[in-house]
């Protein structure tokens, strides 16, 4: 009797010792879900935000110009920026292939934009360059110079028209583990180091010069890497894995990066995200076995 009471409480710990750690991993579950999921938002949300940029961006491009093919252009793509970001905002955060889809209609948006921002720059400059060695002509043809004048009246600054078409944009994302060999491997419990390569778009709008840029890379677990430093970013402190500082000349440019792996890294999906100038410019999700 003795000995069956000693059996029963052993076996009364372990089945407390059980549940006590099914209720751990599950809190760490629902944690790490929550990352995900907060991070899904961040990344919709920020879409929204440049749709509704770009949307605003055609309307005050219209009040600027005064001829009525590139206005009715304008207002082409204003409605189509306007409809996707309605398809954006029904879309769930965490349907990736809508936010995928929406993610490259998001580029060709810029784009489109960036070449009517170049068109209207370049109408600006002819315009000043001949009302400077033309004038005599501006007096005997009047009405045409004013045509010309409704495009360019007051020059708009640089900076207040090429600001949202100026971001940056980072291109063919690849996160990939190498084992002590500096061989590429899918068992990411193998991996020495992490290696990022993306490529920087050709921008000819955008500033050229150093630029800083940030990658986080999020674990399965929802843990950030490195914990290196950290990074203002709407209006709140990120925290970041890796950060390089780059000469950008406007022209394409591919860019590498590394990650010595200091901690037992678990299987599963990685979130890479990557900003620059207060933007996220680029992400990826990469799994490893």
Do not use: H
């Amino acid at each position: 009797m003795k000995r069956n009471n000693i059996i029963l409480g052993i076996l009364g710990v372990l089945l407390v010792g059980a549940v006590a750690f099914l209720g751990v991993s599950l809190k760490r579950e629902r944690d790490a879900n929550e990352d995900m999921r907060e991070l899904a938002a961040l990344d919709k949300k920020e879409m929204e935000n440049e749709y509704q940029q770009f949307a605003d961006q055609y309307s005050e491009m219209k009040t600027r110009i005064n001829n009525d093919s590139i206005i009715a252009q304008l207002t082409e793509e204003q409605l189509k920026t306007q409809r996707l970001l309605a398809e954006l905002k029904k879309v769930k955060s965490d349907d990736a292939r809508e936010i995928t889809r929406l993610k490259k209609e998001l580029a060709t948006v810029r784009e489109v934009l960036r070449s009517y921002v170049l068109e209207i720059d370049s109408l600006n400059r002819l315009n000043q360059k001949l009302q400077a060695t033309n004038e005599e002509l501006r007096v005997s043809n009047e009405e045409a110079t004013r045509k010309i004048e409704g495009l360019s009246s007051e020059r708009i600054s640089l900076t207040e028209k090429v600001a949202i078409a100026a971001q940056l944009d980072a291109t063919d994302i690849n996160l990939t583990a190498k084992n002590k060999r500096g061989k590429t491997t899918k068992e990411i419990s193998k991996a020495k180091t992490l290696q990022l390569n993306f490529r920087i778009a050709k921008n000819v709008t955008a500033t050229t010069g150093l630029r800083t840029l940030y990658v986080r890379v999020m674990t399965p677990a929802g843990n950030i890497l490195g914990g290196s430093g950290s990074f203002p970013y709407e209006n709140k402190t990120l925290q970041y894995s890796i950060k390089r500082t780059v000469e950008y000349s406007g022209e394409e440019m591919p860019v590498t990066m590394y990650w010595d792996v200091a901690e037992a890294l678990s299987s599963g999906t990685y979130q890479v995200s990557i900003f620059a100038d207060g933007n996220m410019i680029g992400s990826r999700s990469v799994a490893f076995k």
